[in-house]
């Protein structure tokens, strides 16, 4: 059984930047599609940004090149770059797993969540 750790939330300044790491367990790393969402309250999960197993990233229309994903397959872990965030960007974001290997938008597609970790921006 997949297992997600998301780490590396916390409190930052407007136009600041932010690593988050997920740490994947349980099943083989590389065949995986893995993404980044995010959520506030009130709000529906929205995708972030994803990575296939081919290395193939894809990323949500706010991100504007302001995110970069990445994943080290040696580490068992996919990275969220954060730069010029923005107040905008307060949510709790969560890894999810993908074990057809490719990525996609739908929640409802992932096999595996991690319980979130939370970013504040602040002005």
């Keep these: 059984q997949v297992q997600l750790a998301e780490s ?8 600041g930047s932010l690593k988050l790491s997920c740490l994947f367990s349980g099943r083989i790393f590389n065949i995986y599609g893995l993404s980044w ?6 709000k529906e999960r929205e995708f972030v940004a994803g990575i296939n197993s081919a290395y193939a990233t894809y990323y949500g229309d706010f991100v504007e090149g302001r995110f970069t994903i990445s994943r080290d397959n040696g580490k068992n872990t996919i990275y ?9 960007d307060t949510a709790d974001y969560y890894c999810a797993a993908r074990a057809v290997g490719a990525v996609t938008t739908n929640v409802g597609l992932y096999d595996a969540w991690g319980p979130g970790t939370r970013v504040t921006v602040s002005s």
């Design 80 to 88: 969220l770059q954060m730069d010029s965030l923005n107040l905008d």
């Design 8 to 15: 590396g939330g916390g409190l930052v300044q407007a136009g």
């Design 37 to 42: 969402f995010r959520q506030t309250p009130g």
